[in-house]
């Protein structure tokens, strides 16, 4: 009758908010809006603030990007305020029709390929003495934590908000095509640069090289173990494609990705300006050079 709770709620989950004292309550007292299903949806805060934290700092650390404490506490900083976010997100977001049956499908793609990725690289391992494939999944795995460290501290965390959530479809395929890639021992290496992580796969007596970008995941096959971005129109280009994904978000596997894979060309123009905007401006990158060794045209 009184539309209250039988039992308190055991835990306060915002101090700083005065109906999280209200024990007898439901969702702050505001249903319509929020969802609570087990009533301990700080857990979720928490927990996606130290994964996301520790991730970014781990990764930017091993990348080399960790210069000083600062670019450190930037690095857990950006990750964990994501990840708070993100945390807050799933936790309201898992009860909500339709909402919360993508969540969990997201989860299940995420959570199944990296599995059997690395399961896979450990029977490869066991069989052959080679750890690269396990090595190389838990850096794909890695990677839907690392984050622009170039980018402020907003910036970055904004860059891992728009990741899981307004760019969540192309960011779940491409973390399972990369892992599926890596099933069949189709990666050689996998690297980081901007936010993105590269997955290659190396063969010397091939005659074609082809990229294909999905959210922050960059599949590569070429035909030489290099990574020198600055020097190869193919990864730059490539990463153009990222900013597309963060514009378009939701609609960028319709907008952008299938014309793409359709051969579009105002798709590769859009990248290629993406690209020479982000590199001539922070690396000095001489993309008109670049443009006449690489074929796609300057729009």
């Known amino acids: 009758m009184v539309s209250r709770m039988l039992s308190p709620d055991n835990y306060i989950q915002a ?8 024990r007898y309550s439901y969702a702050w007292n505001n249903p319509l809006v929020f969802t609570d299903p087990d009533g301990e949806i700080i857990i979720s805060i928490l927990i996606g603030a130290a994964i996301f934290g520790v991730g970014n700092l781990a990764v930017q650390a091993a990348n080399g990007e960790i210069n000083n404490f600062w670019d450190g506490a930037k690095a857990f900083g950006a990750g964990a305020l994501a990840g708070a976010a993100l945390g807050t997100g799933v936790g ?9 049956t993508a969540i969990k499908t997201a989860g299940w793609i995420y959570a199944g390929s990296t ?16 750890w690269s494939a396990l090595a190389n999944s838990g850096k794909i795995f890695a990677g839907d934590f690392y984050l622009d460290s170039d980018r402020n501290l907003f910036g970055q965390a ?10 969540l479809p192309q960011s779940t395929i491409g973390h399972g095509f990369s892992q599926l890639r890596n099933t069949f021992g189709a990666i050689d290496r996998v690297d980081y640069f901007g936010g993105a992580t590269f997955a290659t796969s190396v063969n010397p007596n091939s005659s074609t090289i082809w990229g294909v970008s999905l959210g922050n995941h960059i599949n590569i096959h070429r035909t030489d173990n290099e990574f020198d971005i600055f020097n190869d129109p193919l990864l730059m280009h490539e990463y153009g494609h990222t900013f597309d994904s963060q514009i378009f978000g939701l609609s960028y596997l319709l907008a952008v990705g ?18 020479e905007r982000y590199f001539r401006k922070r690396y000095d990158v001489d993309w008109a050079n670049y443009l006449t060794r690489y074929p796609l045209r300057r729009p």
Do not use: M
């Open 92 to 100: 309201f977001g898992v009860g909500v029709p339709i909402l919360g």
């Open 158 to 167: 904004w860059q891992g908000i728009s990741r899981f959530s307004w760019e």
């Open 115 to 130: 599995v059997v990725s690395g399961l896979s690289g450990l029977v490869q391992g066991i069989a052959t003495g080679n």
């Open 15 to 22: 101090p700083d908010f005065s109906q999280s004292f209200n």
């Open 258 to 275: 299938i014309p793409s894979a359709s051969g579009a060309d105002w798709t590769e123009y859009r990248a290629n300006r993406h690209a």
